[in-house]
């Protein structure tokens, strides 16, 4: 389900929605962002919150293997020492909710899940993810933040001098929201990838984050 390849110097729009048919909107030609502009459920947020005020290091990655498009994944044992947690049950059904969506709109049959709690930035500077689309949610803590087209030099990526520095230039994504972000091997997309980073927690405080990866 690939978009078919654009012409060059095409224009890259984004998208939002209230309902998670928006996120379908990443499947057009010009649009390198679907954004789903969901509010948390409390129940889910109250975990993830709970899971932060532990304090604890926390990093896991899954490959998801799926067979059809109805086989619901498997993630057995995911964050399994956070179980006793009160909301752990409606955390892995979201999960497995996101996986299934996320499989179901790409055909994908294998995806790269990371489910990991952060206290700094991962990725600071501004970059394209080298990869055909990436979803990225925050449970808890800031969310990622992303720039509109034209509001840096792409051939600058990685140049602390060359990002703006002005907040209203730099766009972020909400807790809870769930965003597609098309990368450089989306067919069609070279050179359109979204560019973003990793938002700098304030001292103190950390981010409960997922990323799924459609690897085939």
Same mark, same amino acid.
């Given at each position: 389900?690939?978009?078919?390849?654009t012409?060059?110097?095409?224009?890259?729009h984004q998208?939002?929605?209230?309902?998670?048919?928006?996120?379908?909107?990443?499947?057009?030609?010009?649009?390198?962002?679907?954004?789903?502009?969901?509010?948390?459920p409390?129940h889910?947020? $109250?975990?993830?919150?709970l899971?932060?005020? &532990?304090?604890? %290091?926390? /990093? !896991?990655?899954?490959?998801l293997?799926?067979?059809?498009e109805?086989?619901?994944p498997?993630?057995?044992g995911?964050?399994?020492?956070f179980?006793?947690?009160e909301?752990?049950?409606?955390?892995?059904?979201?999960?497995?909710?996101?996986?299934?969506?996320?499989?179901?709109?790409?055909?994908?049959?294998?995806?790269?899940?990371?489910?990991?709690?952060?206290?700094?930035?991962?990725?600071?500077?501004?970059?394209?993810d080298?990869v055909?689309?990436?979803?990225?949610t925050?449970?808890?803590?800031?969310?990622?933040?992303?720039?509109? $087209?034209g509001?840096?030099d792409?051939?600058? &990526?990685?140049? %602390?001098? /060359? !990002?703006?520095?002005?907040?209203?230039?730099?766009?972020?994504?909400?807790?809870?929201?769930?965003?597609?972000?098309?990368?450089?091997k989306w067919?069609?997309?070279?050179?359109?990838?979204?560019?973003h980073?990793s938002?700098?927690?304030?001292?103190g405080e950390?981010?409960?984050?997922?990323?799924?990866?459609?690897?085939?």
């Amino acid at each position: 389900m690939l978009a078919l390849k654009t012409l060059p110097g095409s224009i890259r729009h984004q998208s939002f929605g209230q309902t998670p048919q928006a996120l379908a909107n990443i499947l057009d030609d010009e649009t390198n962002l679907a954004v789903w502009q969901r509010q948390l459920p409390l129940h889910i947020a $109250e975990f993830a919150d709970l899971l932060l005020s &532990l304090n604890e %290091p926390y /990093a !896991e990655a899954l490959c998801l293997e799926l067979p059809d498009e109805d086989a619901e994944p498997d993630l057995t044992g995911l964050a399994s020492g956070f179980r006793d947690l009160e909301g752990y049950e409606g955390f892995i059904s979201d999960l497995k909710w996101l996986v299934s969506a996320f499989a179901c709109l790409l055909g994908a049959r294998r995806i790269g899940l990371r489910l990991r709690v952060l206290d700094k930035a991962m990725c600071p500077r501004f970059h394209v993810d080298h990869v055909p689309v990436r979803l990225i949610t925050t449970y808890s803590g800031v969310g990622s933040e992303w720039l509109r $087209e034209g509001e840096m030099d792409r051939r600058q &990526l990685g140049q %602390p001098q /060359a !990002e703006p520095r002005e907040t209203s230039r730099i766009q972020q994504l909400n807790r809870g929201e769930v965003a597609l972000l098309k990368g450089e091997k989306w067919h069609g997309n070279e050179g359109f990838g979204l560019i973003h980073r990793s938002p700098q927690p304030a001292p103190g405080e950390r981010r409960l984050m997922l990323t799924l990866d459609w690897l085939g």
